[in-house]
């Protein structure tokens, strides 16, 4: 059975057979399996699907996991796997709807005047006392590394 809460205070169900149809009224798809209609008939079938697509989806966001420390796109393909995961699992479908609505309202707000003009003023801040701190570096050392590289 398939829970989530669409809502604040309000739970989705869906039985086995049965498919979440209530779509919301913003335009979001309703939440449930996305497996074809010849799937869903069959109960082995479906599971075994769900099994594959869990299955794919960990597989994704593991690689994403790895990718955080070492170079290449880790958040991307973490919310990748999560986009594979949605297209079966309510839970992600849900985890997905809010990552959008936060990741919206972040955006609004960073484009509110206040917040960008402080932006500016600590990166600005932040270049200077860079700035500083490499001066300072060349002043007392020089434009020569701390390490010594002979030509070979």
């Not at 798809?29 to 082995?44: C, H, I, N, Q, T």
């Amino acid at each position: 059975m398939n829970t989530g809460s669409d809502e604040s205070g309000g739970a989705v169900l869906a039985s086995e057979g049965a498919r979440v149809s209530k779509a919301r009224d913003d335009g979001e798809r309703a939440l449930g399996s996305r497996a074809p209609e010849f799937v869903k008939a069959r109960r082995l079938l479906h599971l075994s699907w769900q099994v594959g697509v869990f299955v794919i989806g960990l597989a994704i966001v593991v690689a994403g996991i790895i990718m955080l420390p070492l170079p290449g796109p880790g958040w991307v393909v973490i919310f990748g796997g999560m986009a594979v995961w949605a297209t079966e699992f309510v839970w992600a479908q849900l985890v997905l709807r809010w990552t959008k609505r936060k990741v919206t309202e972040a955006a609004q707000k960073a484009l509110d005047p206040k917040v960008r003009r402080r932006n500016i003023v600590v990166t600005s801040i932040g270049l200077v006392i860079m700035a500083v701190l490499v001066g300072i570096y060349v002043w007392k050392f020089g434009a020569v590394m701390p390490w010594k590289i002979q030509d070979q």
